[in-house]
Structures are given as C-alpha cells and as structure tokens.
C-alpha cells in the first residue's frame, strides 16, 4: 500500500507544492518588468513632447522679423559724431 501512493505521487507530476511557488515568484518579476517598461515608455513620450514643443518655440524665434527703424541720414551723422566723441 506505501508502494503504491509513493508511486502514484511519482508519476502524477506533482513537485509537492513547489512548482505555484516558483511560478509565483516568476510572475511577480513579470509583472514588475512590465511596470518598469511602461514607466520608461511614458518618460520617454514625454521627453519627445516637451523636445517638439521646444523645437516649435525656436521656429517661431527664427521666423520673427524685426522690423529696422527708418533713420534719417543726418540724424544718424549727427550719432556718429557724437559717439565717436565720447569714445576720445
């Protein structure tokens, strides 16, 4: 009667309980590794957001034009001598 319960134990697979342990324990490092990876993924749309929103910002700087203040040529005659004065 031992014999036979050893045996059926044997053959029916079973690893006395320690295969769930190690499954459990797998599918605990699953689950963190696919938390980690979601996180970098976020982290990493929102770096390429805040790179384009950036890069936007410095397109509208360059396309800007400034408008050059219309200067009579004796006004200006009139700075440069007197700035050339301050400088002696």
Known sequence: MLCGGILFAFL??????R??????????????????IKKTEKKKRETKKSLESKKKNLDTIKKKKYKKKKVAKKEAEDFLKNFSKEKK
Not at 19 to 36: C, M, V
Request: hydrophobic content about 15%; aromatic content about 0%; overall charge positive.
């Open 12 to 17: 029916s697979g079973k690893s006395a309980g």
């Open 19 to 36: 295969k769930k342990e190690r499954l459990g324990g797998l599918n605990k490092k699953i689950k963190e590794t696919k938390k980690s």
